[in-house]
């Protein structure tokens, strides 16, 4: 029984049909269009998220410490409330990005 290669080493391996390797791999292989793996984007992205959330939670709470400690309650309720929901934006287009391309169809 022959031994099959894996996944990874078909990746790498020379091959006669340069067209067929990326194939292979879960690649595209096309110029311009995206080479990245769904998992490495999906990673790419969670990663993405995460610190964007830190960072954002955290410009979020030092201008409101700045800025809002002697403003009414209302005006914290706004503040917290509009830039509780407005982190969703950006990741929302990670999001969209770790989806990948739209297929074509």
């Known amino acids: 029984m022959a031994k099959h290669p894996s996944s990874i080493s078909r990746c ?3 091959s006669t049909h340069a067209k067929q390797a990326p194939a292979l791999c879960g690649m595209r ?3 311009g269009e995206d080479v990245l793996v769904p998992r490495l984007r999906s990673f ?9 959330v830190i960072f954002y939670a955290l410009a979020a709470t030092t201008f409101a410490t700045l800025l809002l400690a002697t403003s009414p309650w209302w005006v914290h309720f706004l503040y917290f ?25």
């Open 12 to 14: 790498f391996a020379p």
């Open 29 to 31: 292989s096309r110029i």
């Open 44 to 52: 790419i992205g969670t990663i993405l998220i995460i610190v964007l």
């Open 81 to 105: 409330l509009i830039s509780g929901l407005l982190w969703i934006l950006p990741a929302m287009l990670i999001i969209k990005w770790m989806a990948g391309p739209k297929p074509k169809g």
